[in-house]
């Protein structure tokens, strides 16, 4: 079946009760999502999740800084959460993986680019089908973000966790944007238009990530934070 035919496909009538019947079963579907990710993730101790693009190359210096955070990360005894897929999130993987450490991979069914890396554990792969459960084990295990460079994804996931703490939702804390090259333009976006022109954030709300430039940088920053606060999920 073509892309045309599959999207005709999907907009073809339905009765009004095979829509609540498929809606009902999905449920079901969803609440099983949630109950294998509560179970297993509750498990796994302090983590700190590494974002980033799955199309980064091996060859990318910000593959070999995601690399290093990982290990970083489990020489002080975190695990390593990502969303277990190729770039970026193997190369988080990949430092706690070989360092030793934790490696844990929320790996979401995708038609394309999505598929697990090798250097998760293998009673910590989880697979998804709805980015909403992948994203809510996130936000609840994950004692930090580390955000790579990244597409539409990473930019979905860095905004909620940002919304999520700005409204107090969860519990604070740390979100690292690790590479300024990439990060700047977006920085002085929302503090030039974002927040001094339009007034739609308030100036303290900056305060919730840190740009750094390096591994170290990154890693150090939530050592930091967890020198003043307790571990615990977020919500």
């Not at 949630?34 to 302090?46: M, N, R, S, T, Y």
């Amino acid at each position: 079946m073509t892309s045309e035919e599959k999207i005709r496909s999907a907009f073809e009538n339905k009765d009004w009760q095979e829509i609540k019947v498929t809606d009902s079963w999905q449920i079901f579907k969803i609440m099983a999502e949630f109950v294998d990710g509560f179970e297993k993730l509750a498990k796994i101790g302090p983590c700190v999740t590494i974002y980033g693009s799955a199309r980064t190359a091996e060859t990318n210096r910000y593959y070999q800084l995601a690399e290093q955070c990982g290990k970083l990360l489990t020489d002080r005894g975190y695990g390593v959460i990502t969303g277990g897929g190729p770039g970026i999130m193997e190369a988080g993987n990949k430092g706690a993986y070989n360092n030793g450490g934790k490696s844990v991979g929320l790996n979401i069914e995708l038609p394309f680019e999505q598929f697990h890396n090798k250097y998760i554990d293998h009673n910590k792969l989880l697979e998804f089908d709805y980015f909403f459960v992948r994203k809510v084990m996130f936000m609840k295990y994950s004692q930090g973000f580390v955000v790579l460079p990244g597409g539409f994804g990473t930019m979905d996931e860095l905004f909620e966790a940002l919304t999520l703490i700005q409204t107090g939702k969860i519990a604070r804390f740390p979100i690292v944007l690790l590479g300024k090259d990439y990060w700047s333009g977006l920085i002085d976006w929302i503090k030039g238009t974002m927040l001094q022109k339009e007034h739609n954030i308030h100036e303290e709300d900056l305060n919730l990530f840190r740009l750094v430039d390096t591994a170290e940088e990154a890693a150090e920053h939530i050592f930091r934070f967890y020198d003043k606060y307790v571990l615990k999920p977020n919500f």
